[in-house]
């Protein structure tokens, strides 16, 4: 079967910051507290005409640039994404506003901040086995929509981007991907939602049983539910052993890993992992600081700073995990 290999890499971020100082002027919090919990100092989040969409194709562009491959050369666009503006599918508006005139297959992935790890293998299969060669992979999330922006516990925590890679085919000996390790486990969704509201008008029932709220209102979603302590238990227990799975499967030691770039949830997530795994900081990428927790958009946008920045060189070794809602939580080990 056929090899892939990672060409290119992109990300955009909306222009307006918001800092640690700013978000303490609307709830209870400061700096410190924020800093020293999460290692977060500011992020970035949509406003005015700013859309998803227009980030998302943004970083494509730039990945596509990067790759010097043109937007009708593609076959695929996987958008991962838990915040579309389409709930039918956002997809298909990036292929049109990247002006791609040959109609590639394009859908969303929905898995939380495990979304881009999941495209990338997504993208991988489809070129493996399905017959496609130019695959752009793109993690896109804008939480602040459903952020809760009383609760102090959540607020702090996110922020809005996108990043993009594209992958391509290639013959075996030039294949890219190592290996992966893919999971998840419904149970743990009570510790990390945004769930559907009950339709109460629809659900009432006079004394004969019938419906009384008939039609039903549209429905909403709740804000970001979240127990911090569970999730981040989770994740300290389940991204190492997903690493050192997907390094199994490679046939790799965790010595050969150049970079460590898992999504960006927690500065104190990302230490406990690279602990772990015995990598000594120099070999981690974080760039936490600067964006918060952007969701699917975290592994792209970091590795994309990475490598415009000279840090990731091609031909390296990258171990990437993503964890998150669902509960999901899956790695690969890459050469970039
Ligand atoms: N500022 C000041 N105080 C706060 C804040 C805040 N922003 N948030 C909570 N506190 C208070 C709490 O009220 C609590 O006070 P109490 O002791 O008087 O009750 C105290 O600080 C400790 O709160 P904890 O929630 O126990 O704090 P913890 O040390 O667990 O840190 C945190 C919270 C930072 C959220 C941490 O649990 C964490 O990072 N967890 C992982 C979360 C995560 O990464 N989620 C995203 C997953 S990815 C995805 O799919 C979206």
Not at 120 to 134: D, V
Not at 247 to 256: C, N, T, V
Request: with cysteine; hydrophobic share 40%; net charge negative.
């Amino acid at each position: 079967s056929k090899g892939c290999k990672l060409v290119g890499c992109g990300s955009a971020v909306p222009a307006l910051e918001i800092s640690n100082d700013d978000l303490s002027q609307i709830v209870d919090t400061s700096d410190e507290w924020i800093s020293v919990r999460t290692g977060i100092r500011r992020r970035r989040v949509l406003s005015g005409k700013d859309n998803l969409t227009t980030l998302a194709v943004e970083a494509a562009r730039k990945a596509l640039e990067m790759a010097k491959v043109d937007s009708d050369d593609l076959d695929l666009i996987l958008m991962c994404t838990s915040t579309p503006e389409d709930l039918f599918g956002s997809a298909p508006q990036i292929s049109k506003q990247l002006g791609c005139k040959t109609n590639p297959l394009s859908y969303d992935i929905t898995a939380a901040c495990s979304g881009f790890v999941l495209g990338l293998i997504s993208a991988a299969c489809h070129i493996r086995g399905g017959g496609f060669n130019n695959v752009l992979v793109i993690g896109a999330d804008a939480l602040s929509r459903y952020v809760d922006w009383t609760d102090r516990g959540t607020c702090i925590l996110f922020g809005d981007a996108a990043g993009a890679v594209l992958l391509q085919g290639c013959n075996t000996e030039e294949d890219g991907l190592f290996g992966f390790d893919l999971h998840s486990d419904g149970n743990g969704q009570r510790h990390l939602n945004a769930t559907i509201k009950e339709n109460e008008s629809y659900n009432a029932l006079d004394s004969n049983g019938s419906v009384l709220g008939f039609p039903p209102k549209p429905s909403s979603y709740s804000c970001i539910q979240m127990n911090g302590k569970e999730v981040f238990r989770f994740a300290v227990r389940c991204v190492p052993q997903s690493i050192e799975s997907a390094l199994e499967k490679a046939g790799l030691p965790a010595s050969s890993i150049d970079w460590l770039v898992l999504h960006q949830a927690n500065q104190r997530i990302i230490d406990a992992v690279a602990t772990r795994l015995e990598l000594p900081s120099e070999r981690v990428i974080s760039n936490l600081a600067n964006y918060g927790n952007t969701s699917a958009a975290s592994i792209p946008l970091a590795l994309d700073e990475a490598v415009r920045s000279g840090k990731v060189q091609a031909g390296q070794t990258i171990a990437t995990a993503g964890f998150g809602a669902g509960l999901t939580w899956g790695s690969a080990i890459v050469r970039w």
